[in-house]
């Protein structure tokens, strides 16, 4: 059944690509629908407040487990059972407050937040936020089951104190003595290390997000007052058109790697430059500035290059070290536009979606061609270290792979192009990207079935359900960061020390780096921007710099030991030794900062791009 439920709600991503694609078409034309602008705002409200049920019975909400990795079964179920609970407490609350909140509009007939995002939408607003309660609903019932089966694992495998209960346990007491800083000591540091403390203990992002962020709203913002702000920050922080692209471009990576355009894009490459010196590495790279401006994502470019090119590139006895290197830089997914961190960036700053995506694509090509020149000067210094090239490709055969790697060679052109030459918005282009990827690898080049957009859809349906649930989450959290008015006391700081642009970037870069190594971009980003960006307002740095060192600082993060996640992803695929593969890496790495100090001193390359779009 649950299946049957991820596959309705996956479909609904569908649709929502289709209310969008035809919202732009009708402007296009010169007819006003104004209810297909609301209405996609409708669908993406009910599929994120209605699939975190879904989400978390399937196990696909995100969890940190650098600690709990290393502990027993017993021990990571009672943590899950810990987490289960506070995804109960955080369900609970939004619940009830919700349920007010939309009986309270119902009774009063009033507009639930004056916007005017569903103002054209033909239903009264209350009905659209009643998914808030019922999603919630559904989250409890969910919370409840998994609780009961877990427990019950636990009493069949004869729980003791010391190696089961003691973690929970530990990390209830940090977390009450961090609430107890807060209230006593300083509000900021007590909720930041109970939100640590939650994350280490592996409770899922979203819901140490969501209870952190309702804990600070009942103690700094009214009391049961300020608990009413829960569902409506949660409900306005779907209530964004931007937000939309959330889903949708995790939907066209789905479908593209379902279609295996990712192998015939590897086949493309290789017969145009698998002859070039260093032949298959530089394959692997230009292939890896492919994906990764199609999936956006680190992780998923990094295990779909490891899964093609690691056997490829062993086989042809390359150097396993720089092998490793080699797809690691080559797969910094968020640093190619379009790039889920960006969307995070421009969603939680209100930055110009489409300006971030400019800003970065001139530093990501300096980058992915820094790394091209280092492979061919190593391909003459170190001639040991490459293998044989593959066999020379016939033209005709050559011909036929470019037909067939078409498809996705284009999109990033039309995603980006279109962009560009203010044809349509970065949220439309990727309603664009959506309906021609399943357009071309269903009718065109036939390399999808209805079964495989199923899947793929499916797929992109636990991605999207579980970033959405962390968005509300971490905009939960740092709501509570703004009614503490850390930023102006900030500002007043830096007034007061002098402090400058060059120590600002230092200092970001450090706690950049160290979380990184821990965490992945989302609970980042949350953590840090409402403390730095006042500070960059107030020492001048341009947002679109700033969210490109952003995107460049977690990618360092992302493959930086001893806990860098992308580190493990490749020492799977290619069994080795985890400290060879940090070795391998490292020269790219370089490259990686390398691109932060460029970037620093010359800015004008993260803001002239920008500057020269037709905007809309």
Request: aromatic share 12%; glycine share 10%.
């Amino acid at each position: 059944m649950n299946k049957g439920i991820g596959n309705f709600f996956s479909l609904i991503l569908i649709l929502l690509a289709i209310f969008v694609f035809a919202n732009l078409a009708s402007r296009w034309f010169g007819v006003s629908l104004p209810w297909l602008f609301s209405g996609s705002i409708v669908i993406l409200l009910a599929f994120a407040f209605l699939t975190g049920a879904y989400a978390l019975g399937e196990g696909k909400h995100v969890t940190i487990d650098a600690v709990t990795s290393r502990l027993s079964e017993n021990s990571r179920v009672s943590l899950e059972i810990l987490g289960l609970i506070v995804c109960l407490a955080f369900s609970v609350n939004l619940g009830w407050e919700g349920a007010t909140w939309v009986i309270r509009s119902y009774v009063g007939g009033v507009s639930l937040r004056g916007d005017i995002a569903l103002s054209t939408f033909p239903a009264d607003q209350w009905m659209v936020a009643a998914v808030v309660p019922v999603g919630s609903l559904l989250l409890i019932l969910q919370s409840l089951r998994l609780i009961v089966k877990r427990t019950y694992f636990l009493a069949k495998h004869h729980v003791t104190l010391r190696t089961s209960l003691f973690p929970p346990v530990l990390v209830i007491v940090l977390f009450v003595l961090c609430i107890l800083i807060s209230v006593n000591f300083n509000p900021l540091l007590g909720l930041f290390l109970g939100l640590l403390v939650l994350f280490f203990g592996g409770t899922p992002v979203a819901f140490a997000l969501g209870i952190v962020g309702t804990i600070g709203l009942y103690l700094f913002a009214g009391g049961a007052k300020g608990l009413l702000q829960v569902p409506i920050s949660a409900f306005g922080s779907m209530e964004s058109f931007p937000t939309v692209a959330f889903p949708l471009f995790i939907i066209i990576g789905a479908v593209m790697g379902r279609a295996g355009l990712a192998e015939a894009l590897s086949a493309f490459t290789e017969a145009w430059f698998g002859r070039v010196r260093g032949s298959m590495l530089i394959v692997t790279i230009i292939s890896g500035a492919i994906i990764c401006a199609i999936t956006g994502s680190s992780l998923a470019a990094t295990a779909l290059l490891s899964m093609i090119y690691m056997p490829v590139l062993l086989k042809s006895n390359y150097d396993p070290r720089l092998s490793a290197g080699t797809i690691a830089g080559a797969s910094v997914g968020t640093l190619i536009p379009p790039s889920m961190s960006l969307l995070l960036f421009a969603i939680i700053t209100e930055t110009s979606l489409s300006g971030l995506f400019m800003a970065a694509l001139v530093p990501a090509l300096i980058t992915f061609s820094t790394y091209g020149i280092y492979v061919l000067i190593l391909s003459f210094t170190n001639k040991e270290k490459f293998g044989k090239p593959p066999a020379p490709v016939a033209m005709g055969e050559k011909l036929k792979r470019t037909r067939t790697a078409t498809p996705i060679l284009l999109l990033p052109v039309i995603i980006l192009g279109g962009i560009y030459i203010g044809l349509f918005t970065a949220t439309e282009a990727a309603a664009v990207a959506v309906v021609y990827g399943l357009v071309t690898t269903l009718f065109v080049s036939r390399t999808l079935s209805l079964e495989g957009t199923r899947k793929a859809c499916l797929e992109g349906g636990y991605l999207s359900s579980m970033a959405l649930f962390i968005l509300i989450g971490g905009l939960l959290f740092s709501n509570v960061v703004s009614q503490l008015q850390i930023g102006p006391t900030l500002v007043e700081l830096t007034e007061a020390i002098g402090l400058t642009r060059p120590i600002l970037v230092l200092v970001m870069s450090i706690v950049l780096l160290f979380l990184g190594m821990f965490m992945t971009p989302g609970p980042i980003f949350f953590i840090t921007l409402p403390l730095f960006v006042p500070l960059a307002m107030a020492t001048g740095i341009n947002f679109l710099w700033l969210g490109v060192f952003y995107t460049y600082m977690v990618e360092i993060g992302l493959l930086t030991p001893p806990v860098g996640t992308n580190l493990y992803v490749i020492q799977g695929t290619s069994g080795l030794p985890f400290w060879d593969c940090v070795r391998g890496i490292m020269p790219f790495l370089g490259i990686l900062v390398l691109g932060v100090v460029v970037i620093y001193f010359f800015p004008v390359l993260t803001t002239w791009l920008p500057s020269t779009m037709i905007s809309r």
